[in-house]
């Protein structure tokens, strides 16, 4: 019999005695298999039907991508418009656009010697997308490939290569069954999948930075360890792969520019002096490169910046006489200081966000990327196995973390149209290089079974939760977290124009709800009934001093038990068929939301009735009390 084939590591000769081979297979083959599965989707999908339409900042992207394929360039023309309404009857809505300018360099005698002018551009006919260019720019040969559906196809590659690092990572480390599991249940359980199907760099950013970070450390974790291929991941070539990578994740967020510092660190720290200067001018180089080439292309280092919008419903040269200036603008030139450090409310804000960042229903870690609390949890636990470049990136997370809370308070997590919290998918990857070695299956299955516990629904079905970012909140675990009251303008449910902002109240005392599920239904005549056996969660919110929140409960053709909570009290009342009875509830300051006052309110009805059925009208619905609400001064 011959003998079995030789894997593809080689171990090194000075190895210890015992120690644990590392087997690279498991890990080809969930790499393979993810791909195989979402690759196969990707080819297949109907993209624009499934889609339903754009979400967040994609018909940027989306064009940026079909212009570099279709075109070579980053021009947005009209014929560029005329191409979206091939597959988007709807147009580009949201796209971001800014005119270009003539840049002109000159060198002489006085300070500061480089003169830079600018001038407008000459062609009127064109403007450029105000956008990083790097992500459509990498998808550009799978879009000239394979249309739209090319996008996807790059998110499945991406998504395989970082399964596939994660393992070899955690492999080096751990059993190769706990590696599997832990590599694949960090991306597979958390919120990641759901941007498999969002034209949009939030996967992209997030594999580049895993696999930067895997460039950097695989070395210290497997010292020695040469995988066929790969041999160059024990060399200072690894380093500089790494810092192009996260130079590359810089120039598409230019906060990931943080993430460079471990790496000098660590170098500086073991005295490798000249390494951490090349390393640092092959970032330099690759991030002023890339700024520089948004220059030389549009004529503005900063793709956010000078005069920048963006459009719904008209857009310009869709006629003759529609130019830049049917947008809004939106420009990201500065930092909004009295906003950001009002003394006011910096500290109770600051405290209330980190409590969100964690455990909010909408943008939290435990619902969204429980596999990274875990990490957190392992890397922290006492007696746990650490090294000291952890430490280095447990910091680098914890700045991030505090940079996004801090820098944009009341929108830290993207936006109300995203899936949990997109602006942290460049951060996410950094937790998995927190994980400690270890060896029990069954703690590996549990980000499995608690991560799946949140995100299953968005996992299975990405497509309808990204145009309802609200719906798969509105029922299960999530129910159970709290509503981030610092985001009220931007939480998910306000794609849903009819269920936000719904003013009640007298004309001269207008206070606004904001109806979080669909157990209450729309506003009759200044009242709302709610749906029967169910709790509907509220915002009520005002400019108003209000000290009571007073509601007239109305019952229906049954009896009913209704239990109102608000501020931490809550008061019951049972009423019988055709009963009315009034509660009231004594209101606390209210959390202040950008100059408004704001509760949360939730209503629990056990019983209700169908009046289809009860009363003989055509209605439908499960009715279980009808709701009059009122402040009280």
Same mark, same amino acid.
């Given at each position: 019999m011959s003998a079995a084939p030789s894997t593809a590591v080689r171990q090194p000769a000075d190895r210890a005695p015992g120690a644990r081979p590392l087997d690279v297979r498991p890990g080809l083959i969930a790499a393979a298999l993810v791909f195989f599965v979402y690759g196969g989707m990707a080819l297949s999908v109907d993209f624009p039907r499934a889609a339903f339409g754009f979400q967040s900042d994609e018909a940027t992207y989306y064009m940026m991508g079909h212009s570099l394929a279709a075109d070579g360039d980053l021009e947005y023309r009209r014929a560029d418009l005329v191409r979206v309404w091939r597959e988007f009857p709807s147009g580009p809505a949201g796209v971001f656009l800014k005119p270009g300018r003539t840049v002109r360099v000159r060198l002489n005698a006085a300070f500061p010697f480089l003169h830079v002018s600018y001038g407008a551009d000459p062609d009127k006919q064109r403007l450029y997308y105000g956008k990083s260019f790097i992500y459509p720019l990498v998808a550009t040969p799978f879009v000239w490939l394979f249309g739209t559906n090319g996008f996807l196809v790059l998110h499945a590659l991406l998504l395989a290569l970082a399964i596939g690092a994660g393992y070899l990572f955690l492999a080096a480390r751990s059993s190769p069954p706990v590696a599997l599991l832990l590599a694949t249940g960090f991306f597979l359980v958390s919120v990641t999948p759901g941007y498999l199907v969002w034209i949009t760099p939030e996967l992209f950013n997030l594999v580049a930075v895993v696999l930067g970070y895997f460039c950097w450390s695989f070395k210290y974790v497997a010292p020695g360890i040469s995988i066929r291929g790969l041999r160059w991941l024990q060399t200072g070539t690894s380093d500089v792969v790494a810092a192009l990578l996260i130079g590359v994740a810089t120039f598409s967020k230019p906060p990931n520019g943080l993430l460079i510092v471990p790496i000098l660190y660590g170098l500086i720290s073991q005295r490798r002096l000249r390494t951490a200067v090349a390393?640092?001018?092959?970032?330099?180089?690759?991030?002023?490169?890339?700024?520089?080439?948004?220059?030389?292309?549009?004529?503005d280092w900063n793709f956010q910046g000078g005069a920048r919008s963006t459009y719904y419903g008209a857009f310009p040269f869709q006629t003759a006489d529609a130019g830049f200036d049917v947008?809004?603008?939106?420009?990201?030139?500065?930092?909004?200081?009295?906003?950001?450090?009002?003394?006011? =409310?910096? +500290?109770?804000? !600051?405290?209330?966000? *980190?409590?969100?960042?964690? $455990?909010?229903?909408?943008?939290?870690?435990? %619902? @969204?990327?429980?596999?990274?609390?875990?990490?957190?949890?392992a890397f922290l636990w006492?007696?746990?196995?650490? =090294?000291? +470049?952890?430490? !280095?990136?447990?910091? *680098?997370?914890?700045?991030? $973390?505090?940079?996004?809370?801090?820098?944009? %308070? @009341?929108?830290?997590?993207?936006?109300?149209?995203?899936?949990?919290?997109?602006?942290?998918?460049?951060?996410?990857?950094?937790?998995?290089? !927190?994980?400690?070695?270890?060896?029990?299956?069954?703690?590996?299955?549990?980000?499995?079974?608690?991560?799946?516990?949140?995100?299953?629904?968005?996992?299975?079905?990405?497509?309808?939760?990204?145009?309802?970012?609200?719906?798969h909140a509105k029922t299960g675990p999530l129910r159970w977290l709290p509503v981030e009251m610092t985001l009220i303008n931007d939480l998910p449910i306000n794609t849903r124009l009819d269920r936000v902002r719904v003013a009640f109240g007298p004309e001269h005392a207008r206070f606004q709800i904001y109806f979080l599920d669909d157990n209450a239904f729309g506003r009759e005549n200044d009242s709302f009934w709610v749906r029967g056996d169910s709790r509907a969660d509220l915002i009520v919110k005002t400019v108003d001093a209000s000290t009571k929140l007073r509601m007239t409960c109305a019952s229906g053709a049954s009896r009913v038990a209704v239990k109102v909570q608000a501020a931490g009290e809550s008061t019951s009342v049972t009423l019988e068929p055709g009963q009315v009875s009034v509660v009231e509830l004594q209101l606390p300051r209210g959390f202040p939301y950008q100059g408004t006052r704001a509760w949360n309110v939730t209503i629990q009805v056990r019983g209700g009735f169908v009046p289809l059925f009860a009363t003989g009208a055509n209605d439908v619905r499960y009715l279980g009390v009808m709701i009059k609400p009122e402040l009280v001064p």
């Open positions: 390393i640092g001018i092959a970032f330099s180089l690759i991030v002023g490169g890339l700024f520089a080439l948004n220059l030389g292309v549009s004529g947008g809004l603008e939106r420009a990201t030139n500065e930092v909004l200081t009295n906003i950001v450090f009002d003394p006011s =409310v910096f +500290w109770s804000r !600051l405290g209330s966000n *980190v409590v969100y960042f964690f $455990i909010g229903r909408h943008s939290g870690m435990v %619902p @969204y990327f429980f596999p990274g609390v875990f990490a957190l949890a006492p007696g746990a196995r650490r =090294v000291s +470049w952890q430490w !280095l990136i447990f910091a *680098v997370a914890i700045v991030e $973390i505090l940079l996004i809370l801090i820098w944009i %308070p @009341y929108n830290y997590f993207g936006g109300g149209g995203v899936l949990g919290n997109r602006y942290f998918m460049n951060a996410y990857g950094l937790f998995l290089f !927190l994980l400690p070695p270890l060896d029990s299956i069954g703690l590996a299955l549990a980000p499995w079974a608690v991560g799946a516990l949140f995100t299953a629904k968005i996992v299975l079905n990405p497509f309808y939760s990204s145009f309802y970012p609200a719906e």
